[in-house]
């Protein structure tokens, strides 16, 4: 018998409260329970435990039936314990679920979602041992069935009954989707694989989606293991849930959550938006390549992964920034687009780089390890403030890439690295030895060879532990591409005149980002101010370029609201020389 059960009901989908109950057989006598603070995968601390509206403790008999109440202390948000007998006690919690993203819990008459993080206690002391899941069914919602990576043990035929996992580590990266699907099933080099899709509101073309992914799931398979063609996972689940708005995911060992848009899928008899669709098909890319690099090559500050507290690691760009190098160039080797969509796709990364000035003042490096407080927890300043470790390490990736490609006369590539990587931190069997936060070099060298450090040691020092640009014009012309800069007319004058950011809340002009350099950050224009007229003229989102065109060879004399008070300001003539990058020729692939 497992020392540790897990019962699990959507009890009202109306008003969107799962109830969790956790048995622990054998108890210590202060036994600490205590929910996880974030997720694997999404490094901000969210508290899951705010989303428990009651807990209790019970002493129960060998038949999961009360005896009697117990005093459960809380130590913290997100920690209680329990004085016990010793005798086996039951935690009943109440949880509200009602998140739409891929981080938390779900539940209405249409669909539920969660990951077990985010109802599930874990019992401190305990967290290694074996658990069961007991996923009940509610009689009143009949039309829901189960779709979940989870060991089944004994289960129905619409998936409800009992999981099994090796402790809680396991439990909690198998997330679980409730409700009616759309399924696109497959298999890749005989391991099966599902796309389980709610939300969509017309019939899914799943011929063209299981075509589409088959080749890239096959991609990834045949790029780590070219000669065994196998997966670290014995099956593999895609739950998508297609909103009105909203793009993400987030990877688990053996499958993905993800969010997109209905358009982002194709329909039968339907035009196909194939920008989007190309955007979803990387975000599966994206997802699948992480089974590999997060989910058994990961950073030795994640082994174990503390839920309690922030792990911190300077690695992020190599996890997250390759894996973003990866998914398009998997798209592009799979032949899911061509070479020219390839580069456009590279440029775009470049031009969301360059556009920000933050990249010159926070390396990847240290963008990485302060994603908990900076890239997730944005705020008015952030673009003058972060580089994203995501975009910024794609390019470190592709000059890297470059770089290897020159120095070894096209004998060698990034992809001979990422194998070392594998080789040497991952394991088909089990998650391989974590990487050292200075251990890439290593691996870097063991594929080039001692000669190659210097190389090293500078690209690392400049480009991730610097700020410095990448060098990616002469890179990429070492390999007969062109990165051109085209002067680019901007229809948004308020980000070309002003250097602002603009959004309209309740029919005002609200300026969102004040730019570094640009001529209202002179004028001492401020995040929060109200645009309220521009020469006396009221401004409104309507007319606001065409003021700005009107008096584009003057200074501009703006009235604006901040915190209430009436402000005048006089704004400079300077215009901002906005421009974009373009990558063109074609790179010789192996």
Request: overall charge neutral.
């Amino acid at each position: 018998m497992a020392h540790i059960e897990y019962f699990i009901r959507p009890i009202d989908p109306l008003a969107h409260y799962f109830e969790v109950d956790l048995v622990i057989w054998q108890p210590a006598v202060l036994q600490t329970i205590q929910m996880p603070i974030w997720i694997p995968g999404s490094y901000m601390v969210r508290d899951f435990s705010k989303h428990i509206t009651s807990i209790h403790a019970y002493e129960i008999n060998d038949k999961r039936h009360l005896i009697s109440p117990l005093k459960l202390d809380q130590i913290d948000s997100d920690t209680w314990e329990v004085h016990t007998t010793q005798k086996p006690i039951l935690i009943h919690t109440k949880v509200y679920a009602f998140d739409q993203s891929v981080r938390t819990a779900y539940l209405d008459k249409e669909r539920g979602f969660y990951n077990h993080s985010s109802l599930c206690l874990q019992a401190i002391g305990k967290t290694n041992e074996p658990c069961l899941i007991h996923i009940e069914e509610n009689k009143n919602i009949s039309s829901f069935e189960v779709i979940t990576s989870l060991n089944p043990k004994k289960i129905h035929k619409k998936g409800f009954g009992t999981y099994q996992a090796s402790n809680y580590d396991e439990l909690i990266d198998h997330p679980v989707s409730l409700g009616s699907f759309q399924k696109v099933s497959w298999k890749s080099f005989g391991i099966n694989h599902q796309m389980a899709i709610q939300g969509a509101i017309d019939k899914i073309d799943t011929k063209r989606l299981a075509k589409d992914l088959q080749a890239i799931t096959e991609a990834h398979i045949a790029f780590f293991e070219p000669n065994t063609l196998r997966a670290p996972f014995p099956s593999y689940i895609f739950h998508v849930n297609t909103s009105a708005n909203g793009y993400g995911g987030l990877e688990h060992r053996s499958s993905t959550a993800l969010l997109c848009t209905r358009a982002d899928l194709p329909y039968k008899n339907q035009t196909l938006g194939q920008k989007s669709y190309e955007d979803f098909l990387g975000l599966c890319s994206h997802e699948y390549f992480h089974a590999w690099n997060v989910k058994n090559i990961q950073p030795r500050a994640f082994q174990p992964y503390q839920l309690q507290t922030k792990n911190h690691t300077n690695l992020l760009w190599l996890f997250e920034g390759f894996t973003s190098y990866y998914d398009d160039l998997q798209l592009l080797r799979s032949k899911r687009i061509n070479f020219d969509t390839y580069l456009e796709r590279i440029s775009l990364t470049l031009n969301q780089v360059l556009k920000n000035s933050g990249r010159l003042k926070q390396s990847v490096a240290k963008s990485s390890f302060d994603a908990w407080t900076k890239y997730y927890l944005t705020d008015e300043n952030t673009p003058n403030a972060v580089v994203s470790y995501y975009a910024k390490g794609s390019l470190i990736a592709l000059a890297l890439d470059l770089t290897i490609r020159e120095y070894s006369h096209q004998k060698k590539s990034l992809d001979d690295v990422m194998l070392m990587l594998w080789k040497m931190h991952g394991n088909l069997k089990k998650v391989g030895k974590g990487i050292a936060e200075d251990g890439f070099k290593d691996v870097v060298l063991a594929v080039l060879g001692e000669d190659f450090q210097s190389t090293w040691n500078n690209f690392e020092k400049r480009y991730i532990h610097g700020t410095e640009d990448l060098p990616l014009k002469s890179l990429l012309a070492s390999q007969s591409l062109q990165l051109e800069e085209i002067p680019l007319v901007s229809s948004d004058l308020a980000l070309a005149r002003l250097g602002i950011r603009t959004a309209v809340i309740d029919g005002l002009v609200k300026v969102t980002h004040v730019l570094d350099f640009g001529s209202a950050q002179k004028a001492g224009l401020a995040a929060g101010d109200l645009l309220i007229s521009i020469h006396h003229e009221r401004v409104s989102s309507h007319n606001l370029n065409k003021l700005l065109e009107r008096f584009a060879n003057q200074e501009l004399r703006l009235h604006v609201f901040r915190q209430d008070v009436l402000k005048t300001l006089k704004i400079p003539q300077d215009i901002q020389s906005l421009s974009k990058w373009q990558i063109k020729k074609q790179l010789p692939l192996d």
